[in-house]
């Protein structure tokens, strides 16, 4: 019996040192991991980025997809000017966009990707995104395997209200859309009503590009000032071309289809004809809105662009243009 607790205090001498070993070990580890924890805090908070990775799925055109609640490096090779709106400047865009004509001065930071439609991989790759937003779905293979890529075709978001209350939903900035909203309604408002005092609800607009040999007519949701003209102005294309053109969206003329298609105020992009070249020309020169002052031309550095921050711009342009027509 003796010899049985002498074994027994034996074991217990060598286990006891080992116990309090592993105890001190377990206690040194807690207290590293907490100073982790606190150095990635401090980060965190000095550089204003997020370490819990949260992630929240969504509905696309490519199926469901994960997409991070707050990304901080976003390429955008479109929808740039939704972005700025809701006061979110993305790493990347297309050199086309970063030189939009009514936001330019402020993204001197945002690196070119490349072409509009078809950026550089390369250039995507090297910004290290954590979120890519695109309209063009021809690249999304390459894209998605660089970060989660939001392809949002072109023309599928019909107008400023649901383009930008989709990002403020996509983006977690459902606040800020609707505060830049409701702004832009009064302003919008305001435009209309003067508008509609100077011009009779019955005149027809029409939305046009200079081609040369050939003019494009184009619908509500195709730049050019058709955003502008028919959706916040409320204005309407001729009757015999309405359906046609808000269906399709732009058609080509020829110089016999010009006066099937003009309206009584033509709203003409062209970087080379002024409205004196118009009145000049034996086609134009014939047409009533060319006869009576009602041609309004602008290059395409201020008509092609169609995001919320540019059509505001665009409205008050052309609403100066249309309430002064009599002075």
Known sequence: MHLQQDNIKKK????????????LLLSACGETTTALDSKKEEVTENTGTTTDNKVKMITTVNGE?????????????????SLIALDIIPVGAPELTIKNYYFKDGL???????????????NILALSPDLIITGNGDNYEMLSKIAPTVVIPYGELKGVHEELTYFGNLLDKQEEAKAWLLEYDTQIADAKAKVDAAI???????????????????????????????????????????????EKQWAELSEEMIEGYAGDFIIMTSNNRTVEDFKADPVWGSLPAVKNNHLYVWPEERSWYYDPIAVLAQVEELTTWLTNLNE
């Open 12 to 23: 217990i001498s060598l286990v006891f040192p080992m116990l309090l070993a592993l105890i």
């Open 65 to 81: 997809i994960e997409i991070p609640v707050n990304p901080q490096r976003i390429v955008a090779e479109e929808y740039l000017g």
């Open 108 to 122: 001197t930071g945002v690196s070119d990707i490349g072409v509009y439609g078809n950026p550089s991989v390369e």
């Open 200 to 246: 009779a609800d019955s005149a027809t607009f029409s939305i046009m590009e200079d081609g040369g040999k050939s003019t494009w007519v184009y619908g509500d949701n195709f730049g050019r000032g058709g955003q502008p003209i028919y959706q916040a102005l409320g204005r309407k294309p001729p009757n015999k071309i309405a359906d046609e053109i808000m």
